[in-house]
């Protein structure tokens, strides 16, 4: 069998970096993996593997022999190269919110609509869902299928790896001016971060929701069930990585804390830690470097019929982003639906 070439575009950044640390480590079957990013990134060294790559400009570089594009940045590059790649032949998958709700684009998360994928070639872009998003549909979808989810009220507690490097500098710059009794400086938050919690990620909308909060929504609707409502409330906190999330379920028909138990922890992507003791549950700080969307607290909601509430962690950086998008082109190869471009010899 032939390799895949495959292009990391945003090689630089946080995702992009961990995306070519996710297909060297899960042995992805490319013959080639280039590192691509804006022209003031050129020359640039990231890891793959153990080899290093020098980054190149995205704005000269040829896609005609490219397979697979994992591309992570941000949404107007994205919308403005997207198309151009697909054109060119290959299957851009895509870490922005840009091409999210297009109808011709599948947004998938392989663990809950792999048979989704197959309708890539509208556009030859697929997206990858917001990370708050990911994992809880990776919770949610074995519920569903066993008891049918009616409503899901969520509230998240969102790491700042999240909003970028610089976010993460931010947290840290911050946290030791408070103890260096220097001055904090805002500049990728709108309030401190450091020893704080800001329920305001992306922008605000007319109904007063966040832009983040309405992803959670419409995303939940089209990767697992439109039928389903859904109402977030999204917060950063000051964690380097690692989303943790509260969420109410209420379904239409009976299920327990012991039946949800067994059900996620026979289901794909999911590991259950739930332990009903002091400690018992994981937070952020286990859940970082690793690929499970982990469950906790798992108990009933005896404020409605048929109600669970749980608690969900998972490393927004993997799960959230680059481990989702290289399942999704896993998936595309597992199932055929991508042959590898010939190589002129």
């Not at 593997?49 to 190149?56: F, M, N, Y």
């Not at 709108?190 to 929701?209: L, S």
């Not at 690793?290 to 909601?301: G, L, Q, W």
Request: net charge neutral; hydrophobic share 40%.
């Amino acid at each position: 069998m032939m390799g895949y070439k495959v292009a990391v575009v945003g090689a630089t950044g946080n995702v992009g970096r961990e995306m070519l640390t996710i297909l060297d480590e899960r042995k992805f079957p490319a013959d080639e993996v280039v590192a691509l990013a804006s022209r003031r990134s050129v020359g640039v060294e990231v890891s793959h593997g153990d080899k290093t790559l020098k980054v190149k400009a995205l704005e000269h570089y040829d896609f005609s022999d490219v397979d697979i594009c994992l591309m992570s940045a941000g949404g107007s590059v994205s919308k403005e190269w997207s198309p151009k790649i697909a054109a060119s032949g290959a299957v851009v998958i895509d870490n922005s919110s840009a091409w999210r709700m297009d109808p011709d684009v599948p947004l998938i998360v392989p663990e809950v609509n792999a048979d989704a994928a197959a309708g890539f070639t509208k556009k030859n872009i697929i997206a990858n869902p917001n990370c708050s998003t990911a994992q809880l549909v990776v919770a949610l979808k074995p519920l569903h299928d066993a008891a049918t989810i009616r409503r899901v009220v969520v509230a998240t507690y969102q790491s700042v790896s999240g909003a970028g490097k610089d976010a993460m500098d931010e947290l840290f710059s911050q946290t030791k001016a408070v103890y260096t009794n220097d001055e904090l400086i805002n500049k990728k938050f709108p309030k401190r971060i450091a020893f704080n919690v800001i329920p305001e990620i992306d922008v605000f909308m007319e109904d007063g929701y966040t832009k983040e909060e309405w992803k959670m929504m419409a995303e939940t609707k089209k990767i697992l069930d439109p039928k389903i409502k859904l109402s977030a409330t999204c917060v950063r906190v000051p964690v380097f990585v690692g989303h943790s999330e509260a969420v109410n379920i209420e379904f239409e028909k009976p299920i327990t804390p012991d039946e949800a138990r067994s059900i996620l922890r026979k289901a794909p992507g999911c590991l259950v830690i739930d332990k009903q003791e002091p400690g018992g549950y994981v937070t952020p700080y286990e859940a970082a470097g690793e690929d499970a969307t982990y469950v906790s607290r798992i108990r009933e909601d005896a404020t409605v019929e048929n109600g669970l509430a749980l608690w969900c962690v998972s490393d927004n950086l993997r799960k959230g982003a680059a481990l989702n998008a290289v399942q999704i082109a896993e998936v595309l190869v597992n199932r055929k639906l991508l042959t590898a471009k010939k190589k002129a010899a």
